[in-house]
């Protein structure tokens, strides 16, 4: 398809797409911004296309330069299964994983278990980015994401990984359990522990702030501003929290993985797959 292009072209086009920058792009790969800014001018020569736009202050794929980047991901995934046969899978689960889940997933459930992760795969280099945003597989902006809520549409692959169960939670020091609920804001009403809590609330007090994060409203109740809702895996353990009621939780959500389809079957992927799939199993 691309007669003039070999793989080290192909590794920088991959790795701009992926960083968004030229400078992001460079401290990955170990080179100064002026050779990605060279090796960049010269894919796009060779190809006679500009393949990125810069779109506020981040490079995006241009029509041609995600067709190119279909093609990079096709031969990524062909070098890693060849490296995997050759070396075996343990072998060959190196380089850069992109990660996106909510922040509270993130600091709370995922970072205190990445220890074993790493410990088995130390050539692996994982990407760990807390947004509440749901970020574009398709756009290069992840190269997996764990999500509460199914999917709809696109192109990457999905499957649900397990439930993530929620409790109320108080401020330890303060042993009143009728103190004001910590809510979410306007736009985020129809989540489902905002539901929840707005009708757990009817009538009772609300504390003065808002949140847009579940990890917010975790560090609200530390503070001790009030109680909420919020996930048992994120909250069990914490110090300065307290869990009220000790019966069945009053809530689930499912927890959805997606990963890009051309990426599923590398080593690296997989093994970032497995350690979530463990994670989510005994939550």
């Known amino acids: 398809m691309y007669p003039r292009m070999n793989w080290n072209d192909l590794r920088y086009v991959l790795t701009v797409a992926r960083h968004g920058t030229l400078s992001a792009a460079a401290r990955r790969l170990g080179v100064d911004q002026t050779t990605v800014a060279r090796r960049l001018a010269a894919a ?9 736009d810069r779109v506020d202050g981040a490079l995006r794929p241009t029509q041609a330069g995600e067709a190119a980047l279909a093609h990079a991901e096709r031969v990524e995934a062909e070098i890693g299964r060849l490296q995997g046969a050759v070396g075996g899978a343990d072998a060959a689960a190196t380089g850069t994983v992109r990660l996106s889940s909510v ?18 795969h130390p050539g692996l280099m994982l990407e760990l980015a807390g947004e509440a945003r749901n970020v574009s597989l398709s756009r290069r902006e992840a190269d997996l994401a764990l999500r509460q809520a199914r999917p ?5 692959l999905t499957r649900r990984v397990g439930r993530l169960a929620y ?3 108080a401020p330890a020091r303060v042993r009143r359990d009728d103190l004001p609920w910590i809510t979410y804001e306007d736009a985020l009403a129809d989540l489902p522990q905002a539901r929840w809590i707005a009708t757990e609330a009817r009538g009772e007090a609300l504390a003065p702030l808002r949140v847009n994060d ?34 069945r939780p ?20 997989e093994a970032v797959i497995t350690w979530i799939e463990a994670i989510a199993k005994a939550l």
């Open 103 to 120: 922040p509270i997933l993130v600091n709370r459930v995922l970072m205190p278990r990445l220890p074993a992760l790493v410990g088995r």
């Open 250 to 269: 009053v809530l689930e959500r499912e927890l959805w993985l997606m990963v890009h389809p051309e990426l599923r079957r590398l080593a690296r992927i």
């Open 44 to 52: 796009e020569a060779r190809l006679g296309a500009r393949l990125f």
């Open 152 to 156: 709809s549409g696109g192109t990457a």
């Open 214 to 247: 579940a990890d917010a409203a975790l560090a609200a109740v530390r503070a001790g501003l009030g109680r909420t809702l919020l996930p048992v895996a994120a909250a069990k353990g914490e110090p300065g929290l307290r869990r009220i009621g000790t019966g």
């Open 167 to 169: 409790a109320v939670y």
